[in-house]
């Protein structure tokens, strides 16, 4: 790996931990990167999930004030979000690398989509909240879905966040702000669990990931100081139309 591709991969992990912190699917900008360097497919998969992890730790630690009083469904849905990350780790690492590659396009237009219709899905959760009546709820129902979209995470994980918020919009009674903390913990337990599987892999680039770590730590701290000053809108659509771009190069080769 030269210093220009070092270089462009903490650069892209810069703008991964950047947008993040203020929309998210950062992933749409660390993985494309790793594959336009030269990595395979599946390395580039696992070197941005090993990079990029911290900055849900971030998120979650951020958030941990409004996980007050939540410890009964965080008792049933972090085990949940590890088991799903370490067997969407494992589905990725037994997926041959032609079988991956075949597959990215759509991974990358899938996720694109997910972050597209990510404020619809938040005006959906928001109406439902203040249309219903309070009532009983069932965490372990809710660890169902979520538990298939760990698996989702694991495996490829840019939209991630999208999926467990609706999951948890429909079968959990809470205020979204809650909700969206109980979000961040999920997606933070998958990361781990797919880290967990993916260090001793042998796929991980580090000395790619090393950096990139460090610039989407730095993304992310910067994006959070300016999260209230940039339209988070405009940053998402924005990452929207590079992975529509990226997953219709990807597509056409």
Same mark, same amino acid.
């Given at each position: 790996?030269? $210093?220009?591709?070092?270089? +462009?991969?903490?650069?892209?992990?810069?703008?991964?931990?950047?947008?993040?912190?203020?929309?998210?699917?950062?992933?749409?900008?660390?993985?494309?990167?790793?594959?336009?360097?030269?990595?395979?497919? #599946? $390395?580039?998969?696992?070197?941005?999930? #090993?990079?990029?992890?911290?900055?849900?730790?971030?998120?979650?630690?951020?958030? =941990?004030?409004?996980?007050?009083?939540?410890?009964?469904?965080?008792?049933?849905?972090?085990? /949940?979000?590890?088991?799903?990350?370490?067997?969407?780790?494992?589905?990725?690492?037994?997926?041959?690398? =032609?079988?991956?590659?075949?597959? /990215?396009?759509?991974?990358?237009?899938?996720?694109? &989509?997910?972050?597209?219709?990510?404020? !619809?899905?938040?005006? !959906?959760?928001?109406?439902? =909240?203040?249309?219903?009546?309070?009532?009983?709820?069932?965490?372990?129902?809710?660890?169902?879905?979520?538990?298939?979209?760990?698996? @989702?995470?694991? @495996?490829?994980?840019?939209?991630? $966040?999208?999926?467990?918020?609706?999951? +948890?919009?429909?079968?959990?009674?809470? &205020?979204?702000?809650?909700?969206?903390? +109980?979000?961040? $913990?999920?997606?933070?337990?998958?990361?781990?669990?797919?880290?967990?599987?993916?260090?001793?892999?042998?796929?991980? /680039? !580090? &000395?790619?990931?090393?950096?990139?770590? +460090?610039?989407?730590?730095?993304?992310?701290?910067?994006?959070?100081?300016?999260?209230?000053?940039?339209?988070?809108?405009?940053? =998402? !659509?924005?990452?929207?139309?590079?992975?529509?771009?990226?997953?219709?190069?990807?597509?056409?080769?």
């Amino acid at each position: 790996m030269t $210093s220009f591709d070092l270089g +462009l991969a903490t650069l892209a992990a810069f703008g991964a931990g950047l947008v993040n912190a203020i929309a998210g699917g950062g992933t749409l900008l660390s993985f494309p990167a790793l594959m336009a360097i030269g990595l395979p497919g #599946v $390395s580039a998969n696992v070197t941005s999930t #090993v990079a990029l992890w911290p900055g849900y730790l971030g998120a979650t630690l951020a958030q =941990r004030s409004d996980l007050r009083g939540q410890g009964h469904r965080l008792w049933v849905m972090l085990p /949940v979000g590890v088991a799903g990350g370490i067997l969407g780790g494992l589905l990725l690492l037994h997926t041959g690398e =032609r079988a991956f590659r075949s597959l /990215v396009p759509f991974l990358i237009l899938l996720a694109s &989509t997910l972050l597209a219709i990510q404020d !619809w899905v938040r005006g !959906w959760l928001l109406r439902k =909240r203040g249309a219903e009546a309070a009532g009983s709820e069932s965490p372990m129902l809710a660890a169902v879905p979520v538990g298939a979209a760990a698996i @989702y995470g694991g @495996y490829f994980g840019a939209g991630l $966040s999208v999926i467990i918020l609706a999951a +948890l919009g429909v079968l959990l009674k809470d &205020t979204l702000t809650r909700l969206n903390a +109980l979000k961040q $913990s999920i997606a933070l337990a998958a990361n781990i669990g797919a880290v967990f599987l993916f260090v001793p892999s042998g796929h991980v /680039v !580090w &000395t790619a990931a090393l950096f990139m770590a +460090l610039g989407a730590i730095a993304g992310g701290a910067i994006g959070g100081r300016l999260a209230s000053r940039i339209q988070p809108r405009t940053l =998402r !659509w924005s990452v929207v139309a590079i992975g529509v771009v990226v997953g219709g190069i990807y597509l056409l080769r």
